[in-house]
């Protein structure tokens, strides 16, 4: 199975700020990677996928970057609506598998 | 609009069984795999089982392997997750969701509002 490592697993930032998130692949997998915002009571909801497509109607403010074992998510300048917590997903080889997530509170 | 409901879920007993539906509409249903994803209570997301747009291609989670099977009706446009062998390590909301195309190598690019399954005596 392809364990994610996403680090880190909890990260406090303040409105404006540039934040990054890391999802590591215990092996190479290509670009087969999404990342999902999760609010507090709500489904997740698709960001990225194929590590750097960003999904309609996403703001730009996202992006992800990365191939084979190592990917990133970055928000460039965090709003209040961007406080949730983050989970990236493979998509290469069954069992599909998640990272164990990356909150992100308000400093 | 693509939406995605689900239902069946509730309360029952270790060793019991459930069944999970989810009403699929805003979309060609039977053009696209589907999928389960739960979340235990405070913790992360885990696949549980997909099924391709035809149903003949149906993988699993090892975690619930022999005791959980999916399965759709394409001509009522809903997909199914029947439990069985329910144990307290089960309760999570399930979450259906929609595949980009196929789920392996596509994302999942809709889902429901989740359904809670609670196992306990």
């Known amino acids: 199975d392809i364990q994610l490592t996403q680090s880190p697993s909890f990260l406090s930032a303040s409105v404006g700020e540039r934040v990054t998130i890391t999802c590591r692949a215990s092996?190479?997998?290509?670009?087969?990677l999404a990342w999902y915002q999760q609010k507090p009571g709500k489904a997740p909801n698709l960001l990225i996928y194929?590590?750097?497509t960003l999904q309609g109607g996403v703001p730009s403010r996202f992006s992800g970057s990365g191939s084979g074992t190592d990917f990133t998510l970055t928000i460039s300048s965090l709003q209040p609506e961007d406080f949730a917590t983050y989970f990236c997903q493979q998509l290469d080889t069954y069992p599909l598998t998640f990272g164990g997530g990356t909150k992100v509170e308000i400093k | 609009e693509v939406q995605l409901v689900e239902s069946g879920g509730g309360l029952v007993q270790p060793g019991g069984s459930l069944r999970l539906s989810c009403a699929a509409s805003g979309f060609t249903f039977n053009s696209y795999a589907m999928s389960w994803v739960r979340q235990a209570p405070g913790m992360g997301l885990e696949w549980v089982s997909s099924i391709s747009n035809g149903g003949d291609t149906t993988p699993y989670a090892n975690s619930v392997k022999g005791r959980f099977t999916i399965s759709r009706d394409n001509s009522k446009n809903t997909l199914f997750l029947q439990m069985n062998s329910l144990r307290a390590d089960d309760t999570a909301i399930y979450y259906c969701?929609?595949?980009?195309?196929?789920?392996?190598?596509?994302?999942?690019?809709?889902w429901g509002q989740g359904a809670l399954v609670t196992v306990s005596s």
């Open positions: 194929s590590a750097s």
């Open positions: 969701a929609k595949c980009a195309g196929t789920c392996q190598h596509k994302w999942f690019d809709s």
């Open positions: 092996q190479a997998m290509g670009s087969s």
